[in-house]
């Protein structure tokens, strides 16, 4: 269980949102909406520690994150908005390497499955700066397939993939969500997820 209480993000001199509170539980999701410029992306960034809070805590399990942060690093894995693809690397390495930095070893086996899965046969071994920006996209997404988190937290998943992609995306967080998992996420496509699930509404 994920939950969030009385969460406060101020930015420069203007307060983004205050006194913020929820509750993810295991095989939910829980989109994060709003209008440009409402915090959503800094919520995701104060969630998974690459951001401080102005005020409020987060709990992992019922423990502070702050006191616990490497369970919670352990059940975690964030997506952000841009994908972090090396240009010079081929779509394996960078899927490698990307789950490296995180704490993963990913064998080739399991990469080579992933992005055949993820939609990008015959691709694994280009470079990354030969592919689209929706192949990048997947490149990243891969991830998912091969990560052993239980909460996923991903900025815009759905952004500059085509509609069969989209659907493949749909599949895999229901079937995360179907084995226990849970999902924190923000887009500005509307999507059908599996219930149960719910949005939580920021204003700028």
């Not at 006194?19 to 989109?31: G, H, I």
């Not at 693809?85 to 070893?105: C, F, S, V, W």
Request: glycine share 8%; with cysteine; proline share 3%.
């Amino acid at each position: 269980m994920l939950s969030v209480a009385g969460l406060t993000c101020v930015r420069g001199d203007r307060c983004l949102f205050s006194d913020l509170e929820f509750v993810l539980n295991a095989s939910e999701w829980l989109q994060v909406d709003g209008e440009n410029g409402a915090g959503k992306t800094s919520l995701l960034r104060i969630v998974v520690g690459l951001l401080p809070p102005t005020e409020g805590e987060i709990r992992w399990n019922n423990q502070r994150v702050r006191e616990n942060r490497d369970e919670f690093n352990g059940n975690l894995l964030y997506l952000g908005h841009a994908a972090a693809i090396k240009e010079e690397l081929t779509t394996m390495e960078n899927l490698r390497m990307n789950a490296a930095i995180a704490g993963q070893h990913v064998t080739e086996v399991d990469a080579l499955k992933a992005l055949q899965q993820i939609g990008l046969k015959g691709r694994e071994k280009l470079p990354a700066r030969f592919l689209s920006q929706g192949q990048k996209h997947l490149v990243a997404l891969a991830r998912l397939l091969v990560s052993p988190a239980l909460l996923w937290v991903l900025d815009e998943p759905f952004v500059a993939l085509d509609a069969t992609a989209v659907k493949m995306l749909c599949g895999l967080i229901g079937k995360h969500l179907d084995q226990g998992g849970m999902v924190l996420y923000t887009s500005h496509q509307a999507v059908a997820l599996p219930a149960p699930g719910r949005t939580l509404k920021l204003t700028a």
